[in-house]
């Protein structure tokens, strides 16, 4: 099975389709993550800091049994993408325009990132991210949700983070946050100005956290 994030992958596309396929490996079912080009400047960063090798590169899957994650539309696969079989869908946006002949697996769920549901997949089935694997999904919150501050941020997105708080996923918070700040990724003026606040705020909660699960 091959687990598929969408065109451009960012980083909840490619740290999703990794957590994924290693949470499918866990249950006996072989999987593999791939990406559909070469990661964004912030998803690299977070392979870089995780030590994680990067997933293959696919543009085509025809044949293939997918699973696909970030994403539910047509547009965002490969071009030969309806001759797969689709297994199943993690996605966090509306619902796309994926038609499919048979039944699949959907986790589609109105929160602020993909890697919050593939967290939650981990705890239905009783099973725990790897610690790498959760600096990566964690990686993904942040920037997901903007640290936290972004308007699809849910309850449900800062509880995935506080269950995955380790101290080796607590260390990469704050890079990934300046590393933001460079890209650009905030670009809203007032955000900008408050940046240093928020990362002051969220690593207090991030160590009253930890500490309070060791």
Not at 34 to 55: H, I, T, W, Y
Not at 68 to 97: F, N, R
Not at 175 to 198: D, E, G, H, V, W
Request: hydrophobic content about 40%; charged content about 20%; some cysteine.
């Amino acid at each position: 099975m091959i687990v598929l994030g969408h065109q451009n992958p960012d980083c909840d596309s490619l740290c999703s389709a990794i957590g994924l396929a290693s949470l499918f490996n866990k249950l006996g079912k072989e999987a593999t993550p791939a990406l559909q080009g070469e990661p964004n400047p912030e998803a690299l960063f977070l392979l870089e800091q995780s030590g994680l090798p990067q997933p293959e590169i696919r543009t085509s899957v025809a044949g293939e049994e997918i699973f696909i994650v970030d994403y539910s539309d047509w547009g965002q696969g490969t071009e030969d993408m309806k001759k797969a079989t689709i297994l199943g869908i993690v996605d966090h946006h509306k619902l796309g325009d994926i038609t499919t002949s048979t039944p699949l697996e959907c986790w589609i769920w109105p929160v602020g990132c993909s890697a919050t549901i593939v967290y939650n997949m981990y705890k239905f089935h009783n099973q725990t991210p790897d610690a790498t694997v959760a600096k990566m999904m964690m990686g993904a919150i942040i920037s997901d949700t903007v640290n936290f501050q972004g308007p699809t941020t849910t309850d449900i997105d800062k509880i995935a983070a506080q269950n995955q708080l380790k101290l080796p996923v607590l260390m990469i918070c704050k890079p990934l946050l300046k590393r933001n700040l460079k890209l650009n990724r905030i670009s809203n003026l007032s955000l900008l100005q408050n940046s240093f606040y928020a990362i002051r705020k969220y690593l207090k909660w991030a160590v009253r956290s930890w500490r309070s699960v060791n």
